[in-house]
């Protein structure tokens, strides 16, 4: 968000572009959601954009999400969950969001299988992939993503919908678009989170339904000194 934009004015510039993109790649607008990266933005900001109409959020932290949005989460809100998620917040998770973003390994599918069943309801759930096969990131190498799907869905009955990845900083995006694009049609997924605020107009030409917007949206986040765990 530059600085002589307001929030309404900051929204509405992004989704001009995600219209203008998806037009161009012969597409919907209104196939392509913006999801407004809320983590560790201070409250006023959020406040704003939430009332400049934005109604789908991503955090990254279950307790962080949890502290902003508990008490005020309403069912015209969507909030995805697009960071790393501990089994031991599964609780939580399943009883907060309406999307979990990042399912990557076998422990955590059996453990939203069991909550979701637990609390009579079950998030949508999208796979990550590591694209990049980068040993920091969490996800999914692509290797392994065929057979990981079809036990997410087969034995655990985990509502899988689409796929998510963070292509590497340092590399062209457009490859791992394509590749997470060619993983999700292979396996009959719909959905494809992909994109943030440098690079969602070309995720949108290779077919992203969610486009991850932080910084172009509310501005940098403050520093802090230290991030709670």
Excluded at 40 to 69: K, M
């Amino acid at each position: 968000m530059t600085a002589d934009l307001s929030p309404a004015d900051a929204r509405a510039a992004i989704l001009s572009r995600i219209a203008d993109a998806a037009r161009a790649a012969g597409r919907d607008p209104a196939d392509v959601t913006l999801v407004a990266v809320s983590k560790q933005q201070p409250s006023d900001r959020v406040a704003a954009i939430l009332a400049a109409g934005q109604r789908v959020f991503g955090e990254n932290r279950v307790q962080e999400a949890l502290a902003r949005w508990e008490g005020q989460k309403t069912p015209a809100l969507t909030l995805r969950l697009i960071g790393p998620l501990q089994t031991n917040k599964v609780r939580d998770a399943v009883r907060l969001f309406d999307a979990i973003d990042v399912l990557d390994r076998e422990k955590l599918a059996e453990a939203l299988a069991d909550e979701a069943q637990k609390a009579g309801r079950s998030p949508e759930i999208l796979v990550q992939i590591n694209t990049g096969e980068e040993p920091q990131k969490s996800g999914l190498i692509p290797d392994d993503a065929d057979a990981f799907i079809a036990r997410a869905r087969g034995v655990y009955g985990l509502p899988v919908s689409g796929l998510m990845c963070i292509p590497p900083a340092d590399e062209p995006p457009a490859l791992h678009f394509a590749l997470l694009a060619k993983i999700a049609a292979r396996n009959g997924l719909a959905a494809l989170s992909m994109g943030m605020s440098d690079d969602f107009e070309t995720a949108i030409r290779f077919g992203a339904t969610h486009v991850r917007i932080g910084s172009a949206l509310f501005g940098a986040r403050p520093q802090k000194s230290q991030e709670p765990a």
